[in-house]
T-cell receptor, first 112, second 108 residues
């Protein structure tokens, strides 16, 4: 089983719909992250969490929200999806101050 | 100017050749540097960290040049399986800044 699991793997939705992407991990890491990747651009940080009670905005948090339900679970929501949120989304974890990241397999989201 | 810049490529290289590519960064205070590998539409995976003294892992060598603010990745005796996109990552405060990647294609 994967250490970092994202669901769904693919999602097609319509403008204005609410979408939730889920991430769970079995690595026991405190730190969790949500990134998006667009063609020709580097990964951009949406939100990150250093523990269950800690949520921080990243570079591009507008239009997104997150919930850290437990150490192992970190979900990303798009309250009202728009087409420019079409992207490949990755969840990642890291251990303590070590910045090495472990990624889930990604969620390809298409907003029509 | 982007904070982390990479030549997007693609670099088309014959199998067995040596290939190198650089990544420049703008934040002189950066302390942590990494190379990740990403296969098409899959998750990035850590290839190696980059240390001030340079480091080597098998056929891969990474170097840091602080004065000129770039890191490099050298791949010797390239294999078909090395075909991928190589992502440069640099820290800025408590966040990581990602380059857009360099695409490498190894040809038989």
């Amino acid at each position: 089983d994967a250490d970092v699991t994202q669901t769904p793997r693919n999602r097609i939705t319509k403008t204005g719909k609410r979408i939730m992407l889920e991430c769970s991990q079995t690595k026991g890491h405190d730190r969790m992250y949500w990134y998006r990747q667009d063609p020709g651009l580097g990964l951009r940080l949406i939100y990150y969490s250093f523990d269950v009670k800690d949520i921080n905005k990243g570079e591009i948090s507008d239009g997104y929200s997150v919930s850290r339900q437990a150490q192992a679970k970190f979900s990303l929501s798009l309250e009202s999806a728009i087409p420019n949120q079409t992207a490949l989304y990755f969840c990642a974890t890291s251990e303590g101050a070590d910045e090495k990241l472990f990624f889930g397999s990604g969620t390809q989201l298409s907003v029509l | 100017r982007k904070e982390v810049e990479q030549d997007p490529g693609p670099f088309n290289v014959p199998e067995g050749a040596t290939v190198a590519f650089n990544c420049t960064y703008s934040n002189s205070a950066s302390q942590s540097f990494f190379w990740y590998r990403q296969d098409c539409r899959k998750e990035p995976k850590l290839l190696m960290s980059v240390y001030s003294s340079g480091n080597e892992d098998g056929r891969f060598t990474a170097q840091l040049n602080r004065a000129s603010q770039y890191i490099s990745l050298l791949i010797r005796d390239s294999k078909l399986s090395d075909s991928a996109t190589y992502l440069c990552v640099v820290n800025k405060a408590y966040q990581l800044i990602w380059g857009a990647g360099t695409k490498l294609i190894i040809k038989p």
